[in-house]
T-cell receptor, first 114, second 109 residues
Framework: DAMVIQNPRYQVTQFGKPVTLSCSQT?????MYWYQQKSSQAPKLLFH???????NEADTPDNFQSRRPNTSFCFLDIRSPGLGDAAMYLC?????????????FGPGTRLTVL | GQNIDQPTEMTATEGAIVQINCTYQ??????LFWYQQHAGEAPTFLSY??LDGLEEKGRFSSFLSRSKGYSYLLLKELQMKDSASYLC??????????WGAGTKLIIKP
């Protein structure tokens, strides 16, 4: 019954080695989000897609890219991971951007950078 | 700037009641969310308030006062499984969620 699925749950990469995290959803929601969350901190929005319309947060580093090939899937590409990019990466979806539309989160991918 | 304030940590006893407060200053307001997050897991939705007043959902209730920029989450009949972080988030005028850092709730037997 999983609605927002993230793979892998745990990812280890080496400093500077590109890595891709994936997210899929069975809710048919229009909006998909990627957040970065470090320990004991609030989730930080990196970007979101409304359908195919990509919206990048102003302070998201260029090192982070995203692709949404279809409604169900969204990918987070980290081109050259640094030690500071070690975090939990959360994918979320919502039906629209409206206030009453709850964001549903996947289980997250914990990224370790060696 | 936009800001969400909530206590860093709270401790309560199993079976008791606890109130977690959240104050906010945001550019516009399109609703306030409470999420529960267990350690190492994703946030799960608890409640949404957009009008002033109390919303009750089982053991959990959430209150909003827009004029005061204030909300609280009330947890009754605390259980050990309620040990988690509780995140307050406000949707601003751009429909962006502004998140608090979360309140870590520790339940003791």
């Amino acid at each position: 019954d999983a609605m927002v699925i993230q793979n892998p749950r745990y990812q280890v990469t080496q400093f500077g080695k590109p890595v891709t995290l994936s997210c899929s959803q069975t809710l048919n929601h229009n909006v998909m989000y990627w957040y970065q969350q470090k320990s004991s901190q609030a989730p930080k929005l990196l970007f979101h897609y409304y359908d195919k319309d990509f919206n990048n947060e102003a302070d998201t580093p260029d090192n982070f890219q995203s692709r949404r090939p279809n409604t169900s899937f969204c990918f987070l590409d980290i081109r050259s991971p640094g030690l500071g990019d070690a975090a939990m990466y959360l994918c979320a979806t919502s039906r629209t951007l409206a206030g009453a539309d709850t964001q549903y989160f996947g289980p997250g991918t914990r990224l370790t950078v060696l | 700037g936009q800001n969400i304030d909530q206590p860093t940590e709270m401790t309560a006893t199993e079976g008791a009641i606890v109130q977690i407060n959240c104050t906010y200053q945001t550019s516009g307001f399109n609703g306030l969310f409470w999420y529960q997050q267990h350690a190492g897991e994703a946030p799960t939705f608890l409640s949404y308030n957009v009008l002033d007043g109390l919303e009750e959902k089982g053991r959990f209730s959430s209150f909003l006062s827009r004029s005061k920029g204030y909300s609280y989450l009330l947890l009754k009949e605390l259980q050990m499984k309620d040990s988690a972080s509780y995140l307050c988030a406000v949707m601003d005028s751009n429909y962006q969620l502004i998140w608090g850092a979360g309140t870590k709730l520790i339940i003791k037997p």
